[in-house]
Nanobody, 125 residues
């Protein structure tokens, strides 16, 4: 079965950096669309970035130029490098994979069927 496990969250001051990791199992990671989402208290979940099997990447406008999504297919691991963190980046961050198995992502951060348990990121001012 599909399993996604996030790690790397924590507490940092504004301007700091964190790298999140997501280890995947139970499916062909290299042929999958992967994404990071986040949800802050009282807000809806939002897409942060997604990457397909040919490394075509889409970022949310709010993180462009600060966050970098990447994947290591040999390690079945997805990453999110977060630089220049802001207090508004505070949220639970989730890793997700798409239900489609052709390796491509559906536009608009849709079609994600499998989720990790999340890792908390807290940015203080």
């Amino acid at each position: 079965r599909v399993k996604l496990v996030e790690s790397g969250g924590g507490s940092v001051q504004a301007g700091g950096a964190l790298r999140l990791s997501c280890t995947a199992s139970g499916y062909t990671f290299s042929r999958s669309c992967m994404a990071w989402f986040r949800q802050a208290p009282g807000k809806e979940r939002e897409g942060v970035a997604h990457i397909d099997m040919i490394n075509w990447i889409v970022y949310a406008d709010s993180v462009k130029g600060r966050f970098t999504i990447s994947r290591d297919n040999a390690k079945n691991t997805l990453y999110l490098q977060m630089n220049s963190l802001k207090p508004e980046d505070t949220a639970m961050y989730y890793c997700a994979t798409a239900s489609r198995r052709d390796g491509y992502c559906t536009p608009g951060f849709s079609g994600f069927a499998y989720w990790g348990q999340g890792t908390q990121v807290t940015v203080s001012s």
